[in-house]
């Protein structure tokens, strides 16, 4: 008897040993931590969806990204790609093929395995048009789908019609599907209405550190702890460390910050810079820490109109475009702007001047030669003269024709930073003469004005990448791209400039050589810093705080900025 139970005991501690051994799971880097706790995160607005394959907005993805996993995965602090649910992958001497190796022993939330069969279907899902999955314009190259292929179960190949440098990078974005619950669903034609937010737990499954656990309408989402979470610590501690995450919805700053300081949650970002001098100020007495992240890929910039779609219909806007197509107006613009100002006023110091597009938060690509030329309002008159300006005797700045330059500058209403900035500009450019009004507008009709009728003068808006990678800014320097805001729908290149960015863009984006890309985009940069198609202003940094005893707090200017590392974080004195 006694040996019988022995040998019982023996077997199966050989099969659990066995089986964890077969788990190959990635080992972290940062500090070992402590088990148990909940983690609040209040959001500014409410999800629409827990569907990766589906959702647009920031709020869904913000939630979603704590419950699915990728393939490769972009460390948020050193901008690089590292292995995720993929333990290692090649790229052939071509550029065209990646070979993927998974994990062997992964299995989604409900215990499923997961292998090369996800990694199909979660592919074939996105790229079928029917789906209108947000992720497929990311995967296409010049238009054509990767093909996915199964070489072995946890081994697949992905294959470009063309090199595409940035490749693996475009992994990080798709969550990777469990077949045995959507096949079915995805045959019905009933995916784009699956897993909404009222969806049953037990009807869901992914790869990440947490699973749905309810959702409350209109309140909040709580996630758990997912028991079969594919990393572990240096100490051999499964993560995740938190037992559960809530998002409480629907709360604007003020009502984020008033629960920060209530202690109703435990992390807030993309503070603003009065609301983070408040923090400050009480974070020794109330327990927590505030940080100052550095510059964001976020730049607020000024934009003129150089559409050449309304010279029959907007009369008025044609007029100006005269002016702004003179590239001595741009300069003496972005040379009378006072940028010190602005960051003092708007951004309490807590923001860096521009003199390009990519910011100093973009530690791998920025071109640090591009330096910003001292403000000087004298240069700026001088540059209009010789260009044919002058001033009438009240001191009114007069173009060529004789006609005063008037015009105006769009701005969000929502915004109260960028409308102080266009305040600011529009004081600043009277200096010269221009008689400048800034225009507040709602957010939407903002965007209908600059993006369909093209019925401005100018205006003042921001743009920020989800990556640091050039082909993340495709779309607004590419002429025929779809965010190439100052001229929309080109055909071809209005200008020689244009034509060589285009150029420059594409050769970028297929050359594997990691030196020549930078010295390709540096080119980029350096055109765009000459040319001024935008005037750059200035980026805000990335503002965030959290409660003291947060152990691996580790804020990113990447998405999501307080969450990225979520797996790792873990409290002190678990609550």
């Known amino acids: 008897m006694t040996s019988s139970i022995s040998q019982v005991l023996m077997l199966s501690l050989l099969f659990a040993s066995g089986a964890k051994a077969s788990e190959e799971l990635l080992m972290t880097r940062s500090a070992p931590g402590v088990r148990g706790g909940q983690l609040v995160v209040a959001q500014r607005s409410q999800p ?42 090649t790229r052939s001497t071509d550029g065209r093929e990646y070979t993927i190796r998974l994990r062997r022993g992964v299995r989604f939330s409900d215990g499923h395995p997961f292998d090369a069969d996800d990694v199909l279907f979660s592919f074939g899902v996105y790229l079928d048009p029917k789906v209108q999955s947000p992720q497929r314009d990311l995967l296409l190259v010049d238009g054509t789908p990767p093909r996915v292929e199964k070489l072995d179960r946890y081994t697949v190949r992905v294959s470009f019609e063309k090199p595409y440098a940035a490749a693996e990078r475009l992994f990080d974005s798709v969550a990777m599907l469990p077949r045995h619950l959507l096949e079915q669903v995805y045959r019905d034609g009933k995916l784009s209405a699956a897993w909404s937010l009222d969806a049953d737990p037990a009807a869901m499954a992914g790869l990440g550190p947490f699973r749905l656990k309810r959702y409350v309408p209109g309140q909040q989402i709580v996630l758990e702890r997912n028991p079969f979470y594919w990393k ?4 051999g501690q499964r993560l995740p460390y938190l037992e559960g995450l809530t998002f409480v919805l629907g709360a604007n700053e003020e009502t984020q910050m ?29 327990g927590f820490v505030v940080r100052d992240v550095g510059p964001s890929l976020e730049y607020d910039f000024l934009l003129f109109n150089l559409n050449s779609d309304i010279a029959g219909r907007l009369p008025e806007v044609a007029r100006k475009q005269v002016w702004f197509r003179d590239l001595a107006f741009r300069r003496a613009v972005s040379l009378t702007v006072d940028r010190d100002a602005i960051l003092k006023l708007v951004y309490g110091s807590r923001a860096t001047p521009l003199a390009s597009f990519v910011t100093p938060g973009n530690r791998l690509w920025i071109d640090n030669s591009i330096h910003l030329p001292a403000r000087s309002p004298q240069r ?7 260009a044919g300006f002058s001033w009438d005797p009240a001191g009114a700045l007069l173009d060529p024709s004789g006609q005063p330059v008037q015009f105006t500058i769009l701005v ?36 209908d004005r600059i993006t369909e009728t093209h019925d401005y003068d100018a205006a003042l808006m921001a743009l920020g990448s989800g990556d640091v990678d050039p082909t993340a800014e495709a779309n607004v320097w590419m002429t025929s791209g779809s965010t190439h805001l100052w001229h929309l729908g080109q055909k071809t290149p209005a200008t020689p400039w244009e034509a060589e960015i285009d150029s420059l863009m594409q050769e970028q984006a297929r050359t594997l050589n990691p030196a020549r890309r930078k010295h390709l985009y540096d080119r980029v940069q350096r055109i765009v810093a000459d040319q001024l198609p935008i005037v750059p202003v200035i980026s805000p940094h990335l503002l965030v705080a959290a409660r003291r005893d947060l152990g691996n707090f580790a804020p990113s200017i990447l998405d999501h900025n307080t969450l990225s590392n979520v797996d790792e974080l873990f409290w002190s004195h678990p609550r």
């Open 48 to 89: 629409k969806t827990l569907n990766p394959v589906t959702a647009f907005d920031g709020s869904s993805r913000d939630v979603i990204r704590r419950m699915h996993a990728d393939l490769v995965h972009i460390d948020r602090i050193s901008q690089q790609t590292v292995p995720a649910l993929a333990k290692y992958w």
């Open 232 to 235: 572990q610590d240096r100490e």
């Open 258 to 286: 008033a629960r920060f300081e209530a202690g109703e949650s435990d992390v807030i970002s993309r503070l603003s810079a009065e609301n983070f001098a408040l923090l400050s100020r009480e974070q020794n007495d109330r």
């Open 380 to 386: 700026a008159r001088e540059l209009l003269k010789a």
């Open 412 to 447: 969000s209403s929502s915004n109260a930073q960028r409308e102080q900035i266009a305040t600011l500009v529009a004081t600043d450019l009277a200096a010269l003469g221009m008689k400048v009004q800034a225009v507040p507008m709602e957010f939407r009709a903002q965007l």
